[in-house]
């Protein structure tokens, strides 16, 4: 019996009329956890009750503690008939799982109902007494923390990134069990919650299971999703990032990586000699750079396996590796080696990180993703799910090669996705290709010494640009110069990744929200014929998806992506592409060309005519966006670059052709170094409609901002306003003569439409970004798109915003500075409560044992053990004093951030994983389909609310409505919703109320040695 | 194209204040939008018609949820389901239960009952209030003055209590709640010219001086204010206020009332002359008024009678206020100094609240 569940119910308030004839109710609770049930009394005759019960006591496994929700059930005392239920309560117990979070959840719940939504509040106290026994640790996994946040949580420190983590399970889903037909909805509807609560709590526990496996106490950027796959049953899957972390109870060496907002850094100055190190000099990073991989690489359903481009892809990996021996110093080809065979020991090299510790990320290749197309049949024997998990086998693998082919070892940013439609289902996956730093990746060993070197010889801003893969035997054609910022090493002309820019980067201007959308019809098919169709389909959409992203991206006067996220939708008659990143100028990266327009007939005077007319409104745009978006890199004459390669204005070309995708390379190597600009070839109507459409994406109202990616480059000083919201649209296609065109012009509409609507609702709050905005389009019905966003609106202070940019060399002192200050301050006064109770972190002993088996320098040395010293955190515990969480009464922020702007992180306090059904036999009477989804969603904020409140937290981060699934049927006046939201719930501070304790506190420690190179100099 | 469906949902709920008095005002979306347009917002923010429709249609939506909880603020601050910060909570809830003056005047003193719903339609109509707007604010009359009816305490802390109000709306309230317990007439023509403030103002100093709860208002007595009601007048008083009939049926004493009277303000008034000639008729009135309101009849006629036996009789001879005043004071602190008159408290719970309504309905 490892665990003794104990709760509390004492009042209720706000409760619905459940007795006509007196107006009142009369209320008891039903308290049930795994198969035992406790009653309270039957409070008579009142809308607020106070039961102030006994403690309910439940002795159970911690297996079934970390499976089974609480549920809580609220129903009206009947005489003479049964009794009537009024709503229920889910209750997630994992957060009291693990020492560090929540030890009570204690506070209001709102009472739901499925087809009433939220009926009045409970006030419940649950408590959970965990008796340590290790020897059970073997079926479950308590203890070990889960966060959605994708990158190390603020207030701990990555001793060791294990690496990828990944579960399913499958089961029948109740709604289409026989069983069904004679159910009432809600019956259905809480069978479905309930199952799927269980099957979250097995899933986490299992992936808990591996973490331990892989000696991990943690999971960052878990993602977890459910596949109703109807007929054919109910999936829930996971992945994750398995990492050793310490609680940061001492200045720690890492920055949060998102929590300074990026900094512009226009100098460009740092590293005249970067290599100090005889052995490297040279370029000293062998295996260099990248673009973007454009790999339409799909499945087809069952019979065939990966696609020829993949095949094409996959021999060149020897090379990368075998000529980074070569060419690198030895050094280098060590530490590549070394990393690889780290990396290669895991099956899938992947990280669902976007963000990373200060030096963990080496070079980025470029995005990788693959898909493929399923055809679904029923899951025979849910206990063994091998099906499932084999698709998904093939398709990492598919991903790992293409990481290979690109010259990294690793993929970063990996996340996955299904679309299903009927029995076919889209499986994707996708990531950008890395190369890491293996110091965090494994257990000490003699890399330590080496990598600090290297650490020491990366260029700053400018690192991960450089082209991991080799110069001479490229995976694609790419057109490289040497980094505008270092002029050492190679970079490519654009850069495309799934990940967050990283705090580093140099980056000039602003950057923007780019959206690629697009529609294609498809004939209505059964199974086999149908995923042929989709499988043929895929490469095109692939392929134009990338047009316009470059396009688009090339007239903002870009270079670069950040946070791509391709979806690709199937519906009954239609397939839909949609595309968003956060386009930014790179400093380290070429100038872009512009946009050079060619029509075929040239000798047609009027077409002529009309061609330089576009072309003129081409470079009118760009001009316009360069001066809207504040590029101006500094200029650079030749000789400075003193490059070999071709002149640095370089420009790429790309043809849009009528010809077939796939011999996209082809093009691309006609033009190569060649060609001076990026050429449209106006050849048809399709491809004007292109242009124009590229001309018709208005830019944000001046004061707003908007990105995809956690943080907007260029903006720095963010208040502590924010506005976290989600906003859904469905529209109707007239079922006539629909085309591509028209399609792709509804689809558009819609999309500017709303984010039009969004910067005019938030217009209060100018001047603004919106952070983080993540659109999902589906097709629930024929003829029905529904586009959902959700994002954060953050006002910041434009005074500020306008600070000229400082030399590299004050921010990062002033950087070191104010890390110190927050680093130091903040964990002392408020972290330090929950601290674990062994002094020496086993990780951190790797450390030290790597560090002094490597020979260190001494001085690093010391600062090491230094850090781990206990006397260290003796003193800081004793200062600590408990959060004031309580500070602004009820308020609980949401944000699809991992941080919360002018305030600090204290504790995390577990993970928030809900999962709600709500349904409707009265539609009308609701206010239609937009007042019944705006009711269940403004409850689902609420749920979320409450669950937070009540485990003592006042925000969630990293918050992502993962699922909103709606259907209506409005002939029978009916309509239903599901919606999965997840987020990390935690404690927050604001820093002017940290600011008192600050002023106190001297440097305690000198900042340690592990950030390398970045912060010291 | 169509749009199907079509939301936005915040963490934390927005409000628009534009759009909601707009909603308050009873316009429909389409109404609203349009008057929207013609404020120039377009051209400010440089949305498109189609923005303006949907973000007004999210509004309403929001508001329309809201509402429920707006006819029991309590609830509003108490809910989970809308994150709304306290300052405009408080914006939201006072908005709501303004009343437009025109409104008010034609309801104030009418009993709150479904007949005077069903004439809401005129009232609109005479008004230019939008039906939706009259129904809102009738309702709100109507619901405060359920909730506080059977109350005991101070009737503008109960209000302010259970609706949380601001403490002038509170005290408004106070007025239309206890116009319509006591169901004084207002709405006769020599009554048009009284603005809701005038009655407000009365209503306020009966309530402090002729109802139960104004006896056990002695702060040396604080708790037995708690078992009395503001709303109802006070029987007992209303009965003794016979009494002081004596005033103008002993012809000796109003004859003594009128020298007294006379002399202190001889030289002092501009229309003196005029003050002496209708003495006994002005006392007369003002004593008639309140041997009469034993009826329940003649309590609902109180302001007509107060204009047509004062007010108007002042006002055909151009008194100045000022003059009323001097009048008004000399007039009711003579009565001291009759010696023969025995009641001067009852007196002066009559006259010190009567002396300041007057003074305050003395207007064109």
């Keep these: 019996m490892p665990g003794k569940l104990k709760v509390k119910i004492v009042a209720g308030r706000h409760l619905p009329v459940m007795d006509r004839a007196s107006d009142l109710t009369d209320a008891f609770v039903e308290v049930k956890f795994g198969n035992t049930t406790f009653k309270t009394d039957v409070c008579l005759k009142s809308l607020n009750p106070q039961w102030n019960s006994e403690w309910f006591k439940f002795e159970v496994d911690d297996e079934d503690l970390q499976d089974e929700p609480l549920q809580i059930t609220v129903l009206d005392h009947d005489t003479y008939s049964a009794n ?22 204690s506070g209001w719940f709102p009472i739901y109902d499925t087809i009433h939504g939220i009926r009045g509040e409970i006030n419940v106290v649950v408590k959970v007494d965990l008796f340590n026994d290790l020897n059970r640790f073997r079926q479950s996994s308590c203890g070990v923390k889960f966060f959605c946040t994708t990158s190390i949580p603020k207030c701990y420190r990555a001793v060791i990134i294990h690496g990828f983590v990944e579960e399913l399970v499958v089961n029948e889903d109740p709604e289409y069990q026989w069983i069904d037909r004679i159910r009432t909805p809600r019956a259905s509807n809480e069978a479905r919650q309930r199952l799927i609560s269980l099957m979250s709590g097995e899933l986490q526990r299992k992936i808990g299971l591996k973490v331990l496996e892989m000696r991990g106490n943690a999971v960052v950027g878990y993602l977890q999703c459910f596949d109703l796959e109807g007929e054919s049953g109910l999936v829930v899957r996971a992945i994750g990032t398995a990492c050793t972390l310490d609680k940061l109870s001492s200045p720690a060496a890492f920055l949060p990586a998102c929590n300074s907002p990026s900094k512009e850094m226009k100098e460009i100055p740092f590293n005249e000699d970067p290599n100090p190190n005889t052995h490297s000099s040279g370029p000293s990073t062998p295996l260099k750079n990248q673009t973007y991989s454009f790999s339409p690489s799909k499945s087809y359903s069952r019979q065939s396996s990966s696609s020829d481009t993949d095949l094409s892809l996959t021999p060149k990996t020897g090379m990368g590796s075998g000529s980074a021996g070569k060419e690198g110093g030895p050094f280098k080809a060590l530490l590549r080696q070394q990393t690889q065979s780290a990396l290669e020991q895991r099956e899938f090299p992947f990280f669902t990180l976007t963000a990373f510790p200060p030096g963990f990320l080496v070079h980025v290749g470029g995005v990788v993703s693959a898909r493929s197309v399923k055809l679904l049949d029923r899951i025979h024997n849910p206990d063994e799910p091998e099906t499932r998990d084999a698709w998904w086998a093939e398709i990492r693998q598919e991903i790992k090669s293409h990481a290979k082919a690109l010259g990294c070892h690793a993929v970063v940013g990996y996340s996955e996705s299904t679309s299903i439609c009927e029995e076919v289902c889209i499986l994707s996956a996708s990531g950008t290709a890395a190369v890491l730093n293996p110091r965090f990746l494994q257990d000490g060993t003699v890399e330590g010494c080496l990598e600090q070197r290297l650490e020491e010889n990366l260029p700053a801003g400018c690192g991960f640009c450089h082209i991991p893969y080799d110069e001479l035997n490229m995976p694609f054609p790419a057109h490289l110069t040497h980094c505008y910022n270092c002029r050492k090493q190679k970079v490519p002309d654009v850069l495309f990744t799934t990940i967050d820019l990283p705090v580093d980067a140099t980056v000039i201007g602003k950057g923007c929200l780019i959206q690629a959308r697009l529609c294609r019809l498809k004939k209505k098919a059964q199974a086999e014929a149908n995923a042929t169709a989709i499988s043929n389909l895929l490469p095109f959409m692939e392929y134009e998806v990338h047009t316009q992203l470059m396009n688009k991206l090339k007239l903002k006067g870009m270079n670069a992506l950040f946070g791509l996220r391709i979806q690709i939708s199937v519906g009954e008659n239609m397939l839909m592409g949609l595309a968003s990143a956060t386009g930014v100028y790179l400093a380290a990266l070429p100038t872009p060309g512009g946009i050079q327009i060619a029509g075929k007939t040239p000798n047609d005077g009027s077409y002529e005519q009309h061609i330089s007319h576009m072309q003129k409104k081409i470079n009118d745009t760009i001009a316009k966006n360069k001066e809207l978006y504040e590029i101006n890199p500094p200029e650079m004459s030749e000789e400075i670059i003193g490059s070999p390669i071709p002149e640095p204005r370089q420009r790429s070309r790309l043809l849009r052709s009528q010809s077939e995708s796939s011999d996209e390379v082809a093009e691309l190597d006609l033009s190569h170094g060649k060609k001076d600009a990026f050429v449209l070839e106006i050849d048809d109507t399709d491809a004007m409609e292109d242009v124009h459409s590229l001309l018709t994406d208005v830019p944000p109202p001046s004061g707003f901002y908007s990105c995809n990616t956690e943080i907007m480059p260029g903006i720095n000083n963010w208040t502590s306003e924010i506005q976290m919201f989600t906003s859904v649209r469905v529209i109707r296609l007239s079922s006539l003569n629909l085309t591509n065109q028209a399609l792709n012009k509804n689809f558009n509409d819609l999309c500017e439409n709303l984010l039009k609507s969004l910067y005019f609702k938030l217009r209060s709050m100018i001047p603004c970004c919106l952070c983080h905005v993540n659109f999902t389009v589906s097709l629930p019905e024929d003829e029905l798109i529904q586009v959902t966003v959700t994002a954060v609106a953050i006002t910041f202070d434009k005074n500020q915003a306008l600070q000229t940019a400082k030399t590299h060399a004050e921010k990062s002192l002033q950087r070191a500075s104010t890390d110190n200050e927050e680093l130091l301050q903040f964990p002392l006064e408020l972290c330090s409560d929950s601290l674990p109770s062994h002094p020496f972190p086993p990780a951190k002993e790797h450390l030290e044992s790597a560090s002094s088996n490597s020979g260190i320098p001494a001085a690093q040395r010391a600062v090491t053990v230094e850090k781990a010293s206990p006397v260290g955190e003796g003193n800081f515990r004793n200062r600590s004093s408990p959060p004031c969480a309580n500070s602004t009464v009820g308020v609980v922020k949401m944000t699809p951030l991992s941080f919360i702007p002018g305030a600090k992180i204290t504790k995390y306090l577990g993970i928030i994983n809900m999962f709600f059904i709500r349904e409707t036999t009265s539609l009308r009477e609701e206010g239609g389909v937009s007042g019944f989804l705006h009711a269940f969603i403004a409850e689902v904020f609420a749920m979320v609310r409450a669950h937070v409140a009540a485990l003592g937290g006042n925000a969630v981060v990293s918050y992502i409505m993962k699922q909103c699934v709606f259907m209506e049927n409005p002939n029978k006046n009916q309509a239903q919703c599901l919606i999965n939201v997840s987020g990390d719930a935690v404690v927050f501070v604001r820093e002017s109320e940290l600011e008192v304790v600050s002023t106190q506190q001297p440097t305690a420690n000198c900042q340690p040695a592990c950030a390398g190179g970045e912060v010291t100099t | 194209m169509t749009s199907e469906l079509d ?26 939008v349009a008057l929207r347009v013609r404020s120039g917002i377009l051209e400010q923010t440089g949305a498109t018609a189609a923005v303006l429709q949907s973000d007004t249609m999210d509004h309403y939506r929001t508001f329309h949820m809201l509402e429920r909880l707006l006819h029991a603020p309590p609830k509003l601050l108490h809910q989970l389901i809308f994150q709304i910060p306290p300052s405009r909570q408080a914006l939201l809830i006072e908005r709501y239960y303004a009343f437009d003056e025109a409104f008010v005047r034609e309801v104030l003193g009418k009993k709150l009952s479904k007949g ?32 506080v009816e059977e109350m005991r305490g101070s009737l503008v802390d109960n209000i302010q209590q259970h609706f949380l109000l601001s403490d002038r709306l509170a005290r408004d309230y106070a007025a239309i709640v206890f116009f319509a317990n006591n169901r004084f007439e207002t709405g006769k023509k020599k009554l048009q010219y009284l603005s809701f403030g005038d009655f407000a103002f009365c209503a306020e100093l009966m309530i402090q001086n002729w109802t139960l709860g104004a006896v056990g208002e002695a702060p040396t007595d604080p708790d037995s204010q708690v078992d009395d009601m503001d709303m109802d007048l006070d029987k007992e008083f209303l009965q003794d206020l016979k009494e002081l009939k004596v005033l103008v049926a002993d012809k000796d004493l109003l004859d003594l009332h009128k020298s007294l009277v006379c002399t202190a303000l001889r030289g002092k008034l501009g229309v003196f002359s005029e003050m002496e000639a209708n003495f006994k008729n002005l006392s007369r009135g003002l004593v008639n008024v309140a041997a009469k309101l034993t009826h329940t009849k003649d309590v609902r006629d109180l302001f007509v009678d107060l204009v047509e036996k004062f007010i108007e009789p002042c006002r055909s001879d151009h008194w100045p206020l000022n003059d009323v005043r001097l009048f008004l004071n000399q007039y009711s602190a003579s009565v001291h100094s009759l010696d023969g008159f025995r009641h001067q408290a009852l007196w002066d719970r009559y006259m010190g609240t009567l002396r300041g309504c007057l003074l305050r309905l003395y207007h064109d």
């Design chain 1, 84 to 105: 009537d239920a009024i709503g229920k309560v889910y209750i997630d117990i994992d957060p009291l799982l693990y020492s560090e979070a929540a030890t009570v959840i």
């Design chain 2, 7 to 32: 939301i936005f949902v915040g963490n934390t709920t927005l409000i628009d204040e534009d759009v909601y008095r707009l909603w308050l005002d009873g316009y429909s979306v389409s109404d609203a």
């Design chain 2, 116 to 147: 005077t719903k069903k004439d809401l339609d005129d009232i609109s109509t005479k008004t230019g209030i939008t039906l939706k707007s009259c129904r809102r604010q009738f309702d709100n009359f109507k619901r405060v003055f359920k909730v």
